[in-house]
């Protein structure tokens, strides 16, 4: 409710408190101490002064844990406002009154759950049966909470109004047994409301509400009770229509939240939605700065001061940027952020061995301790009694990799398994190789947001990123486990039985990684490729890199298992980053030179043969030549003539020629053209030209072999050894400009440690030095394999005003961001708070859906 006009104005201008304060049972730390977790002073300095009048009427989308319920919390510690739930919160969130309408309607005798034909008699009189229904419900449920908040201001009136009065009413409604324990205050009053049976008269009562958490209504029923021009539709929609036609005449904006809301729902031909905008701009906690305000607030402030206590944060945001793990209160099972859960755990432990704490903490999750856990203060010993009770008793198994599965092989929906298994078969690549998450994943029905797999980076709910480093470790675990990443699997199911396109540059990092465990010493050219058109055979090769030392080259040899490497292929996508690789500038080995139009990378690299000479190969990897079977090989081969190549950048051409000791009988320039087509039993010697040899295909067999000897331990160390390394490094991401560009430029860096190298001097003689890592893994315990959960949605509500309406204010973006008018963000001076709530949290845990346990 606005109120705006009936209470002292000075009520909008008073700092609101850090904490909504009071006595329960379990502390919700997402949603605890929200004022000083996000930084009030900060959203204060980002809000106009026209903020508060700008409409806010919209679909707020995105994944579960980005923020959509602490928006709604935000806005209704500023403001008077409501917060209804169409579905209880797993942390009992809410008051029972909203839910109760989809129960009571199901039994209503003059429900017709099922519409008959729109040719039947009683369709008609069916449907608008069912509205009326929904109408009158929605009608009762908003009786009763405008009652109790009409007593609860008049005993506010009494002592003055203050902020913290509006953070009391809001904990009351999310904790409504707060006021009675013994039962549901609104809930018990719309019950004996509705036993009344008031007239439509009675119930036409106005109040503000923000819609919050829309999930459960979606899963109701397979069998629509609802249609109209643009087919069936679910209560939802209808529940919106009686609040919009009880609330229509007051100044009121609605923002409907949550993860599963289909646009198709809501068209009409008659405008009835366009008021509505879809965005996706929840703000939630995703940059180092903001998890590290959030974070300390619930720290000793001696210890976040200190140099243990800042590596401490530092490695929570390597680990546990995020949106949500788990933790035990005494009212339920209650879903988090990473970290939230985390600092339960530490302070159930009274922040004793913070660091194997993290540790132990992270292979809960991923049935993987880091390779750096090792690594504690002296004095820090790993905690085995009960230190995990806060996360419950029960396993955190994968479940959502393993239900895509379930449904491909028992229902052949081949576009949910192959999208949902292979975007994060993709990411995991990517951070194996490039050293980053995906930022450009598909949209194509939001299977990754609906799963809980990726979150929108963008406004618009155009762009999906997968990068969170406890879901991407823990389902890089699954897919090794499950032999996704063997060359040959890799290929029937995500290449060639899959009814969603492979991204090129998915194909092409999984590639580097399959010639990087290959080649990591000497062996047959065979095993790689097999070539076309040469005079003789090559003799044995290996993979190598190089490294200017003084005005020469010197070899140094790839131990991708072995060494503490950081990227290992530079996603070129400009002229600059192209040219300093080449000049031998930069420090990936490989290099994935990007086409303009996104539909090709050309792969490269070199290789040394046993007698020191060495030479480049280029692999083309197209969109043509991953759909068609019978693609043209020539094609590929006349594509990848360094003349052709390098048509826009011909200063590249000249540095071809620098390698030591070139071999120059694999091709013009020393390169050895390869096509990247996983049909290369379609290619022989006479299929290509002889003027476009020597060329050669891909030996599928050859680099299956590869992968089958690099472990999960290696690959699992790898993966934790770059989210070490680079997430520290990661702001929020944002937009991918090009959709196929999965790396970016990084500086330049120093050289690598743990390579073994091979140095050419003028002799011809060879020179090795191997350094390996001392260190080994620990082991983890408790890694059996999980069972299936049964995925739950819900559907929360929430309203909230505005002071006033119909005024519009155009931001320098052109909208206005959704975190600021969900929040209604009036005051430009808001100070913080140094309270810290006490805590209480104990036992079971639901099983993980890959991050929902």
Known sequence: MTGNEEYPADILDVPRQSALGGKRKGMNFLNENIPAAVGIEHMAEDASPNDRDQPSTGFLVNTSGTGKTRLPFEGLCLHWGFYPTCAIDTSYLGAGDLPSVVNEIDWD???????PSTSDAHYTSSLQGNLRLVYRAVSLTLLAPLIVFKMYLDACAKEGFCLEQRQRWLESQTFPRNILPSFDSFGMLKYTIGKARPSAEDLDEAILHLLDEVQSLWEMSAAWPFEDQHGHYPILKEILRGLRRRMGHLPVEFVVAGTMIPEDHFQSTVSEWDDFRWCSDTGSLDNPEEHHRYVSQFMPP??????????????????????????????????????????????????????????????????????????????????????????????????????????????????????????????????????????????????LITEDYGYFIDPDCAQIALDEPLTVTYGTGWLKQNLYFGFVKFIRIFCKRSEVDIHPTHFALFLALSFASLLDHLCKTSYAFNIMGLSSSLPQVKFVTFTRVASRLEAVDVHLWEDAYDKLVLMASTPEQKLSWFKHKRNEPFCALLSSSSTSVILVFCLQLADARCFWVFVLVSSKSMKDANHDLVQDIQNLHPNKVFRDQPEILPLLSNLPNPCLNVGAFGVLR?????????????????????????????????????????????????????????????????????????????????????????????????????????????????KKCTKSTNVDTVLGSSSQSGKTDKTSRGTLRVGKVATGRASTEISRSDRIESTASSSSTSAYNLRKR
């Open 109 to 115: 005798s003059e429900w017709n759950p099922r519409l």
């Open 302 to 447: 001696e210890f976040t001061s200190s140099s243990t206590g800042q590596a401490l944060l530092d490695r929570m945001w390597n680990w546990l940027r995020g949106r949500f793990g788990q933790i035990q209160s005494l009212y339920a099972i209650v879903r988090h952020r990473y970290a939230a859960s985390f600092l339960a755990v530490l302070l159930h432990n009274n922040f004793h061995s913070p660091y194997p704490l993290l540790g132990s903490y992270i292979g809960r999750f991923t049935e993987y301790i880091p390779h750096d856990n090792v690594k504690y203060p002296e004095g820090e010993g790993v905690r085995y009694n009960d230190w995990d009770s806060p996360l419950g008793s029960k396993g955190l198994g994968l479940c959502t990799l393993a239900m895509l599965q379930y449904h491909y092989n028992v229902h052949s929906v081949l576009s949910l398994q192959s999208l949902g298994t292979m975007e994060m078969h993709r990411t995991a690549t990517s951070f194996l190789s490039a050293s980053t998450g995906c930022t450009d994943c598909l949209t194509t029905d939001r299977i």
């Open 674 to 786: 390869i096509s990247g087509s996983w049909w290369p039993e379609k290619a022989t010697a006479d299929s290509i030209p002889a003027e476009h040899l020597p060329a050669g295909v891909l030996n599928i067999a050859g680099l299956a072999e590869a992968g089958k000897k690099v472990s999960r331990e290696m690959l699992m160390r790898r993966l934790s050894q770059i989210i070490a390394q680079e997430q520290k490094k990661k702001k929020k991401p944002e937009p991918a400009p090009l959709p196929t560009t999965i790396g970016g430029n990084h500086p330049k860096k120093g050289r690598k440690r743990g390579r073994s190298q091979t140095i050419a001097d003028d002799t011809g003689a060879r020179k090795s030095k191997i350094v390996k890592s001392a260190e080994e893994d620990a082991t983890v315990a408790g890694s059996s394999r999980r």
